[in-house]
């Protein structure tokens, strides 16, 4: 368990049911098109097993090379179109509701913060993921 216990929360609106919504969160082919906080990074990787007790892993990379690092962790639990709640490899717990009026499908997304980075960079940068999301699962 991660010592700080600050929780960072985002959210998006997506315009599309819980079906397409988490089909896009969860296939590798559709996680390495979307998860980015920028358009200069972006995930050429993406390993996922949506279930409980199962791992998950991302390389997220600048794309000019500079820097990069491996994202991944283990599921603590998932309800299909619901519930997804995980521990990264640093210990930190994440959770994600979905919610849906049939038509629309609310994300929203708790997480640990780390020590390193200041709490607002930290919200800035997932916030900015969960948009490329929103963005590309809208697209698509």
């Known amino acids: 368990m991660a010592a700080n216990k600050t929780k960072i929360t985002v959210e ?7 079906e397409k919504v988490w ?9 390495v098109k979307w998860c980015s906080a920028s358009d200069d990074w972006h995930t050429p990787r993406a390993e996922n097993d949506p279930r409980t ?7 997220m990379e600048a794309k000019d090379g500079s820097f990069g690092f491996d994202f991944g962790g283990i599921y603590d ?34 997480f640990d913060a780390e020590e ?10 997932w916030q900015a993921i969960l948009d490329n999301f929103k963005k590309y699962t809208e697209a698509n």
């Open 53 to 59: 007790g199962g791992k998950f892993f991302s390389r």
């Open 23 to 31: 089909k896009t969160w969860n296939a590798p082919e559709d996680i």
């Open 77 to 110: 639990l998932v309800k299909p179109h619901e519930l997804i709640e995980y521990t990264m490899g640093d210990g930190r717990q994440v959770s994600i509701r979905f919610s849906t009026d049939g038509k629309t499908t609310k994300i929203v997304e708790t």
């Open 12 to 18: 998006s609106n997506i315009n599309a049911p819980v």
């Open 116 to 125: 390193l980075n200041p709490v607002e960079m930290q919200q800035s940068g």
